[in-house]
């Protein structure tokens, strides 16, 4: 992908859990009822994801989703839109992050996911 795109790029793979366990963690995601307690994969993107938010000189950042992985994004752009509001965040890392939401280009394919904020 890298050659493809000329640039670095991070991969994140949500291994599968079963169907039953894949199923609930869709359920829970899609519904908000994981919104305070993140699942491992949502952890993984959110941390890796704020590392690259902190840093101001990005022309743009994509992101591309996958089927369940379209609603850990939506849930960790919500997170990204709840850090720009959070007062526990210094004023430069909100900043950065709300200039970086603005760069941010996200490509979802086979999408699960009913909605993305920001």
Not at 35 to 60: A, C, F, I, T
């Amino acid at each position: 992908m890298y050659e493809m795109f000329d640039r670095p790029c991070k991969l994140l793979h949500n291994p599968t859990d079963g169907a039953i366990l894949d199923l609930w963690e869709c359920f829970m995601g899609k519904t908000g009822l994981l919104k305070h307690g993140y699942s491992r994969p949502r952890r993984l993107l959110r941390n890796s994801l704020l590392m690259e938010m902190k840093v101001k000189d990005y022309k743009k950042i994509v992101l591309v989703a996958h089927s369940e992985g379209t609603i850990i994004t939506g849930n960790v752009i919500a997170d990204f839109n709840d850090m720009v509001e959070n007062v526990e965040n210094t004023a430069e890392e909100r900043e950065a992050i709300k200039e970086n939401m603005s760069k941010l280009e996200v490509y979802m394919i086979a999408g699960a996911g009913h909605y993305v904020s920001g």
